[in-house]
């Protein structure tokens, strides 16, 4: 099951010290009395106004500061937001202007030692907040990213780009400012101006009905005298114990998760794709087991190279047609003819095309001087289900040579910069014949996980149900984060088809909703004896087992297995109760 992680947020006010000395009193003890009874307890007093009401509570105290810590981002976020905002209508007066808080916020999963929180994601966290001006809210990249999951009605997201964290690693990190209540972003501590991409909106769509964002402290809507309604933002329901929304339109999960789709979860490493992808040259690789969210972010790359200008084109090799994979030449030729129909230019193979020469160099020549030289706009490629081509062992070696070879080029080359690859596939080969051959030891590797707690209680709020924490964990002890499997289960228990009760009883079976999806495992393992034999082995134990080396990388790239070190263990309890039976553990 995926790691429970928590929102840890820090805030401090800006200016406190100056703002002391300026305070009226005859001396030190005097100023300090006048800002404690002013200032700091009437600020006290707003962050700890809606502390229970979102769930979250002071970790410690710290000067003007607080460590504070919400069992998600969303919650934290409408806590931080009502409370910035209620600082900007109802401001508290000091010799320098109004009082200017800052925040900032991560999520992690920090050693817990009795009532306090240590580790690197707490000191994070408060780095984060070092960044921070008055009335500003930043977020952490995880951060950032599990908010556009949210998709929250009125907020958007500004990425102020790279930046340093003290103490933390040696590289720089995203930065990204939480917008609300229509304000513009504003610079950095010690920066000039935001260095960012355009606002990204959480949610540009209407939501479902939910709960309105209110300041902390301050009246619901129906008791004060005037709301601006621009002001007022709609939050999804996040607390499993709230009641289910009426008003929701379901998406059967079928393939990839559309553009506009509120029921896409965001990876962690989304905008590093998104960077990635303007470098001259790039090769990006996105790894995980069938049905995790492969194409789905392949697409949505895709789609920001579009907004840049570039050209595109999409290749998914399990829609081409057996006969094409039966010779190297032929495969070649169609990779050439493809990418010129899907760029809308004349298919012209057979002026490139020369018998003397292998299909490697007639490819590169077609490329070079026709595909690449007639366009300024720099060229991406993405080529899904790359697994096929591992069947062919000619084709394979030929085609991921060819591939290598042109992002050695865009090194020296700044005609191949313009070309740059997006390969998406579940595994690898697992003796690669030449790996100064192989594209998968170079350039960025992504390799997509399962979806937090957290963010699985984000869908189920999506899909309107109003489970109790008991049910959460019931839920999520079966499957864990696999996004197909939760996203299956939820449309079909929100839709009606079945309970929750019902699913947990007959999910493991060929009665459930998952039949086919566990025949199809079920077939690749009966298939091959000695896969069968480690799978028994595994569902067996209660505890992770080692496997031969070959079995354990199959049965990862399947899916079926996760990685303990050098173990693996079953990567839900779902596949150890079906595979316990059919294997007749």
């Known amino acids: 099951m995926a790691e429970q992680m928590i929102a840890l947020v820090f805030t401090d006010l800006v200016n406190s010290t100056a703002i002391k000395n300026h305070l009226t009193g005859s001396n030190t003890h005097e100023r300090n009395e006048t800002y404690r009874d002013t200032i700091l307890l009437p600020h006290r007093q707003r962050v700890t106004a809606a502390l229970s009401q979102y769930q979250g509570r002071i970790v410690t105290e710290m000067g003007d500061g607080f460590f504070l810590v919400f069992p998600n981002v969303l919650l934290a976020t409408e806590w931080a937001v009502g409370m910035q905002t209620l600082h900007i209508t109802e401001p508290i007066a000091t010799p320098l202007g109004n009082l200017a808080v800052k925040v900032g916020m991560h999520i992690g999963s920090p050693l ?18 070092d960044l921070a001006t008055g009335e500003q809210i930043l977020l952490s990249e995880n951060a950032a990213a599990f908010m556009r999951s949210a998709q929250v009605m009125g907020l958007n997201i500004h990425a102020h780009g790279k930046m340093y964290l003290k103490g933390i690693g040696f590289e720089a990190v995203p930065i990204f400012e939480l917008l609300y209540a229509d304000r513009p972003p504003r610079p950095l501590k010690g920066a000039t101006q935001p260095r960012s991409r355009e606002f990204d909106p959480i949610y540009p769509q209407e939501p ?126 169609w990779f050439c003819a493809t990418v010129g129909k899907q760029l809308g230019i004349r298919i012209k193979t057979e002026e490139y095309w020369d018998d003397i020469f292998g299909a490697n160099d007639n490819t590169t020549d077609y490329f070079e001087n026709y595909l690449l030289k007639g366009s300024e706009q720099p060229l991406v490629l993405a080529i899904d289900n790359f697994d096929r081509v591992f069947k062919y062992a000619d084709i394979e ?35 690669p014949k030449d790996i100064n051959q192989s594209p998968f030891n170079v350039g960025l590797a992504i390799k997509l996980s399962e979806f937090t707690d957290s963010e699985v209680q984000v869908l189920i709020a999506r899909h309107g149900l109003g489970w109790t924490d008991q049910h959460v964990g019931q839920f999520l002890g079966l499957i864990g984060g696999h996004p197909y499997l939760v996203r299956l289960a939820l449309y079909h228990i929100a839709s009606g088809d079945l309970s929750l009760e019902e699913f947990l009883r007959i999910a493991p079976t060929e009665a459930g909703i998952y039949s086919n999806h566990l025949l199809g495992h079920l077939k690749v393992v009966e298939d091959y004896p000695k896969l069968a034999a480690a799978m028994k082995t595994v569902v067996a134990s209660e505890n992770p087992v080692r496997l031969r080396s070959e079995e354990a990388f199959k049965l990862d790239s399947r899916g079926l297995v996760v990685r303990d070190k050098n173990d693996v263990q079953p990567r839900c309890l779902l596949y150890r109760l079906y595979f316990r039976d059919r294997l007749g553990v």
């Open 112 to 129: 817990v030692h009795g009532e306090q929180f240590i580790g690197q994601e707490v000191d994070y966290a408060s780095r984060v907040a």
């Open 397 to 431: 070696t030929d085609f991921c040579g060819l591939l290598r070879g042109w992002h050695g080029r865009s090194r020296n080359d700044i005609l191949w910069g313009k070309l740059r690859l997006l390969i998406a596939h579940s595994q690898e080969p697992y003796l």
């Open 208 to 333: 479902p009905s939910g709960r309105t964002l209110e300041p902390s402290g301050r009246k619901p809507p129906s008791q004060q005298d005037d709301i601006n309604p621009s002001r007022q933002t709609r939050l999804i329901p996040v607390d499993p114990a709230l009641p289910a929304s009426a008003e929701v339109n379901l998406e059967f999960p079928d393939g990839q998760v559309p553009i506009d789709s509120r029921f896409y979860i965001p990876s962690v490493a989304e905008e590093r794709c998104y960077e990635e992808i303007k470098k001259p040259g790039s090769l990006i690789r996105i790894k995980s087991p069938h049905k995790m969210g492969k194409s789905s972010l392949m697409i949505r790359v895709l789609a920001q190279a579009k907004q840049l200008g570039y050209r595109t084109v999409n290749l998914n090799l399990e829609e081409v047609n057996q006969k094409i994979f039966a010779d190297l030449e032929q495969f070649m030729q």
